[in-house]
């Protein structure tokens, strides 16, 4: 959040209203060599992506490539021990 107003002839690069809420899904990634796992804890979905040949993430290799997605994934819930990180738990009492 930015309350000031934006200089002449500069785009503001902190919105000051929320921004929608698909763009802040719980997700966790790893990244290794070219490959960038992304593993979204809603779905349980893990997506892959090869950045040396598809910056844009517009194709995702995970059904391609079962066995990287797999070791990936194994590698990153390894990480995630680790650190102890805190991951997102569902709230059974939520209703939409």
């Known amino acids: 959040y ?4 934006p200089k002449v002839g500069v785009r503001r ?3 000051t209203d929320p921004l929608p809420d698909t763009l802040f899904k719980p997700a966790s990634a790893l990244r290794h060599g070219a490959y960038k796992l992304l593993h979204d804890y809603e779905t349980g979905r893990d997506e892959l ?3 040396r040949n598809d910056l844009g993430e517009l194709r995702d290799l995970a059904a391609v490539n079962q066995r990287l997605t797999a070791t990936l994934r194994q590698r990153l819930d390894a990480a995630l021990r680790r ?3 805190r991951r997102p ?3 059974e009492q939520f209703q939409p």
Do not use: T
């Not at 930015?2 to 107003?5: A, F, G, T």
């Open 89 to 91: 738990s569902k709230n």
């Open 83 to 85: 650190v102890k990180a």
């Open 13 to 15: 690069a902190i919105a």
């Open 2 to 5: 930015n309350p000031e107003p």
């Open 49 to 51: 992506y090869d950045l």
